[in-house]
């Protein structure tokens, strides 16, 4: 089968590699899309993870895979089923992070294997296995992995209902967070990124929009919300990113570091904010925020539309094009298909 492949750092190429071998309480799967992740795989693809790679590796994590046979343990998990976070294990001498740009990959029944006694290294990243309801198109479900992570790291801060929240980032990871606290009835939605994206933020959600260029940024945001936000997540992790936006944060709000391009390296400077302020270490859980992330879609308040060109997917092949129209704001996210046999 044919994978994205980190050759080393910087060089991703598309070739064929073993298929993935079954055990008892997996399911075999054709993966039909994946899609992009500007922050875990740009950083993957020029080694620059927050824990060292072993090479070569099989890229992706955003990867939408449709059931084709199931092991003889399987019991929640059907032929024709749509499952997320389908990817590859480890095959031959090829190591995995996580295995998504694939054109097979395995999803393994979590609940059986837990139910069943088996160690919880052998389960507990499967959670991430999840149904989707046969009214989601893959395509767009390829966004599910997005939303719920992003999902799951807001509602742990304490976000809820009535709160403001100022995001720093207008790629994927941000507009994410835009499109769920609008989703969540919040009273204001402000957003600091490139000029090019305000159109999509404010069909996402965005009340409030503000480019990271501009030189009467400060007074604008302190404008549109004068006591400042409830909260504040940096969604790009850059090195004082966060600390600049500290004198938006309302007394007694929470901030919080959800990118991670400078991981472990970013300060801010308390004194900067007007009053007191939490700093969340939260991080998320995939598999809490699922079944919330596909009422939402459900109800036509998350739009994979706003994120990905659904009918233009680019073929494994073209991966890397897909990364490139990425980084010149062509698109959000790229969409990949994985499979040409969709029926």
């Known amino acids: 089968m044919k994978a994205a492949i980190i050759e080393k750092p910087g060089v991703l190429t598309v070739h064929d590699i073993p298929m993935p071998e079954m055990g008892d309480y997996d399911a075999l799967c054709e993966i039909l899309y994946g899609a992009t992740c500007t922050g875990t795989d740009l950083h993957l693809i020029h080694g620059r993870f927050l824990s060292p790679l072993n090479y070569p590796t099989v ?3 955003e990867s939408i895979g ?36 694939a054109e097979y990959g395995i999803a393994r029944d979590h609940w059986v294997a837990r139910e069943d006694g088996l160690p919880r290294q052998e389960w ?16 767009g479900a390829t966004m599910i992995i997005t939303w719920r992570e992003t999902l799951s790291y807001l509602l742990r801060m304490g976000f ?10 207008s790629g994927g990871v941000g507009l994410a967070f835009v499109a769920h606290a609008a989703a969540l009835n919040a009273s204001r939605v402000g957003t600091i990124g490139n000029a090019k994206r305000e159109e999509v933020a ?21 404008k549109a919300c004068p006591d400042g936000y409830d909260f504040i997540i940096d969604a790009v992790g850059k090195g004082g990113l966060l600390d600049a936006a500290l ?7 929470t901030v919080g570091i959800y990118g991670i391009d400078d991981y472990g390296a970013c300060t801010i400077n308390p004194s900067r904010a007007r009053g007191s302020f939490t700093y969340s270490q939260r991080h998320y859980d995939e598999e809490e925020a699922h079944q919330q992330v596909i009422a ?24 890397n094009d897909a990364f490139e129209a990425v980084a010149q704001r062509k698109v959000v996210k790229a969409l990949v298909e994985l499979s040409q046999d969709r029926q």
């Open 59 to 61: 890229l992706g994590h």
């Open 66 to 101: 449709r059931v084709i046979e199931v092991g003889p343990k399987v019991r929640n998990f059907k032929v024709g089923d749509i499952i997320t976070r389908v990817g590859t294990p480890p095959v031959g001498e090829y190591d995995v992070n996580w295995g998504g740009f």
């Open 124 to 139: 507990d990243v499967a959670r991430r296995n999840q149904l989707v309801p046969p009214d989601i198109g893959p395509a």
């Open 160 to 169: 809820c209902a009535g709160r403001s929240l100022l995001v720093i980032g």
């Open 202 to 222: 404010r069909a996402a959600g965005a009340t409030d929009y503000f480019d990271y260029k501009a030189e009467d940024l400060e007074a604008a945001a302190s």
């Open 247 to 253: 004198p938006f944060v309302k007394d007694g709000g």
């Open 296 to 319: 939402l879609i459900q109800q036509g308040k998350l739009e994979a539309g706003l994120f990905l060109d659904l009918d233009n997917p680019f073929p494994l092949e073209r991966i």
